[in-house]
């Protein structure tokens, strides 16, 4: 007898309901974290455009911090290089929880999105080099748009009202944090400094101690912290971003749960400093990073500058078209099925959505064009604008879609034999089937019961005088 042929792996199938759980807990904290970023890039836009303009460059460049450490900072340096190094702290531990526990410990699994969110890297610096080459520009922003802020697109989704099922939630958080990995590699790779050996050599034995704590499991906020600072001083100062310290003391907690653990030491950080950094971190940082001027002539520079419009184009066409095409190929050679509830212009809604590229693209922009503070500005103005129409676009591809999302949503969260978990996680129980087979017949008695006090036989005829 021939054996069975495999179940097709499903491209956007359901979730486990463990994971369902923590991409609901995590999105809703990026939702409320990417309304706030979203309030501090345009009051960073209104300050910077009013007669207080000039305030808003005298607090951005305002420097503070020991100069003996190296550490004498202007505000927008340390939002910038201190409080991203939380955000990117954060990005660690996802990726870490990722590798142990969610959707990337399957090699076959994470391939899709792992070669989706590369093709969404890729394309969008081809679509750069090419339009800075043919226009004569500067290649050195390749990078740039290559970038997706995941909290931006949670709110854009809270705007338009768009409640998406927890497989596209799922997806769009496993290519944040992939594209987040590659991130921090262009920036140690390709944005590193001449390198401070002495203080390369401290940063990495800090975070030997930092690994040696967690193995011997001591505990307290009042070690790590400064331990951590201390890390990431020595990290400044070695030439290496100092965002780079963050991701490192993050992948080094453990994430995986160990017997009786309700959730890993990991979980637990992240659930507390997550907040903190979508809240605080990344909000302030954009304050200090999207106060860009903008006027006729910025706005006109964004699409004639091969620079600029290179950025633009490569967060609106490159991103699309790149986790578009990945996905698609990578399912097109696995063989993979796509969950029969979606389709593919779903996938191109995602795709769009993830060309808002603000946060790291924002942080990419600097550290490209470093001395050039000009270009700088119209970089910026450049991700702001691609940003904007990859919202727009996404949003008209979504809104089309809407019902559908707010029906599958919907469905994930029926729980009609009040049980507390999803009854679509429960139809192949057995239990689940009585216990609805009870509620069913309970709610027939209670209308045999109404029918019969109104005069009115259960089969919709008169009672009998």
């Not at 910077?48 to 927008?76: K, M, Q, R, W």
Request: with cysteine; proline share 4%.
């Amino acid at each position: 007898m021939a054996a069975p042929s495999p179940t097709p792996r499903k491209v956007l199938g359901r979730l486990s309901l463990p994971e369902r759980n923590y991409v609901a807990d995590a999105l809703r904290t990026e939702t409320v974290g990417g309304v706030l970023l979203l309030i501090a890039a345009v009051a960073a836009l209104i300050w910077a455009n009013t007669p207080l303009g000039d305030s808003y460059t005298a607090v951005s460049d305002f420097h503070i911090g020991p100069a003996s450490l190296g550490l004498d900072l202007s505000i927008e340096h340390w939002a910038a290089d201190g409080l991203l190094a939380i955000f990117f702290f954060v990005a660690g531990i996802e990726l870490k929880r990722e590798l142990v526990a969610g959707e990337l410990r399957d090699p076959k699994a994470a391939a899709l999105p792992v070669i989706a969110a590369l093709c969404g890297m890729v394309m969008p610096a081809l679509v750069y080099l090419v339009v800075t080459t043919a226009g004569g520009g500067s290649t050195a922003g390749w990078a740039v748009p290559t970038a997706t802020d995941i909290a931006f697109a949670l709110a854009v989704l809270a705007v338009i009202g768009t409640s998406l099922p927890s497989a596209l939630r799922a997806f769009l958080l496993t290519l944040a944090v992939v594209d987040d990995l590659f991130a921090i590699l262009i920036i140690a790779v390709f944005f590193t400094n001449d390198l401070n050996f002495a203080a390369l050599g401290g940063a990495f034995a800090g975070l030997a101690v930092f690994w040696l704590l967690l193995h011997w499991g001591v505990r307290g906020w009042y070690v790590y912290v400064p331990l951590a600072l201390v890390v990431w001083g020595l990290m400044y100062n070695s030439g290496i971003h100092a965002t780079i310290a963050g991701v490192a003391m993050g992948l080094m907690l453990r994430c995986s749960r160990r017997e009786g653990e309700e959730h890993s030491p990991g979980e637990q950080i992240e659930h507390l400093v997550r907040p903190l950094s979508a809240g605080v971190a990344v909000p302030l940082f954009a304050l200090f990073s999207a106060g860009v001027a903008v006027t006729g002539e910025s706005l006109t520079n964004v699409f004639t500058k091969p620079e600029t419009l290179g950025v633009v184009l490569g967060l609106v066409v490159g991103k699309a078209l790149g986790i578009f095409g990945g996905t698609w190929l990578a399912a097109r050679f696995t063989k993979a099925e796509l969950n029969e509830d979606l389709a593919w212009p779903d996938v191109l809604a995602l795709a769009t959505l993830a060309g808002i590229g603000f946060t790291v693209s924002l942080l990419i922009g600097e550290l490209a064009f470093t001395g050039d503070v000009t270009l700088t500005d119209e970089v910026k103005a450049s991700v702001l604008m691609g940003s904007l129409i990859a919202a727009i676009f996404a949003a008209v591809l979504l809104k089309r879609r809407v019902r559908v999302y707010q029906a599958l949503a919907a469905e994930e969260e029926r729980d009609e034999d009040m049980s507390g978990i999803p009854d679509i996680y429960e139809q192949d129980d057995p239990a689940y089937h009585l216990r609805m087979a009870a509620i069913y017949e309970e709610k027939a008695a209670e209308h045999r019961r109404k029918a019969e006090a109104a005069g009115v036989s259960s089969d919709g005829g008169d009672s009998p005088a």
